[in-house]
């Protein structure tokens, strides 16, 4: 059973399952030319809130090797996917305007798509000089997301697209994460299965 914050907005009710800290493991599996890297991984993914109509995200991995070495760290929000108006406050420190928009059960339930779930943005940083833009939905306990962008520093090494999924299985956070990267199309990169901690 989920429970809900009282102080969640209404607009995070569709993302609210994922809500607090999981830890896991997963596997790493991405094949290049004859190259192929195979490990297992630990991981803590964190998604809070602070009032606002999004999710605060934040994960760390590292390999499950004696001295756990670090492996990758993201960081980002996700949100319902809408068109920001008055109410809503940005850009930069820009303070809303009025009423803020969408905070009621009904409110909310004007955003749903034709396909019965909800369109929704995601922007993931990495410390190695790569952003991500990802568009997708949430449907129930199920999110599809693909990059419809991706930047890159100058010194950063190729990143083109990728695309994720996440799940809620039995209480556990699944997800599996595609990319195309280092001259390589769209495939197989990694996935994992985390229990709820906090």
């Known amino acids: 059973m989920i429970e809900l ?3 969640l907005p209404a607009e995070l009710v569709p993302l609210s399952w994922l809500l607090g800290v999981w830890e896991g493991t997963g596997v790493l599996d991405y094949a290049i030319g004859d190259d192929h ?3 297992e991984f630990g991981q803590r993914i964190s998604f809070s809130h602070d009032g606002q109509p999004y999710l605060n995200y934040s994960a760390t991995s590292w390999v499950l090797d004696e001295e756990r070495t670090p492996l990758a760290a993201e960081t980002g929000y996700w949100r319902l996917s809408r068109k920001l108006i008055e109410g809503d406050a940005g850009p930069a420190m820009l ?3 009025g009423v803020r928009p969408f905070n009621t059960a009904q409110s909310v339930e004007t955003l749903r798509n034709s396909h019965g ?3 929704i943005d995601v922007a993931i940083i990495h410390p190695d000089g790569v952003s991500e833009l990802y568009l997708g939905q949430v449907a129930g306990p199920r999110i599809d997301l693909a990059t419809d962008a991706v930047v890159r520093t100058a010194g950063a090494k190729e990143y083109s697209a ?3 999924l996440y799940g809620l299985v039995e209480g556990h956070l699944l997800w599996a994460w595609d990319i195309a990267a280092l001259g ?3 495939r197989t990169h990694a996935s994992a299965r985390l229990a709820k901690v906090d």
């Open 95 to 97: 303070p809303g305007v």
């Open 184 to 186: 390589q199309d769209l």
């Open 162 to 164: 990728a695309t994720r």
């Open 5 to 7: 914050p009282t102080d």
């Open 117 to 119: 779930g909800f369109d």
């Open 37 to 39: 890297t195979e490990l």
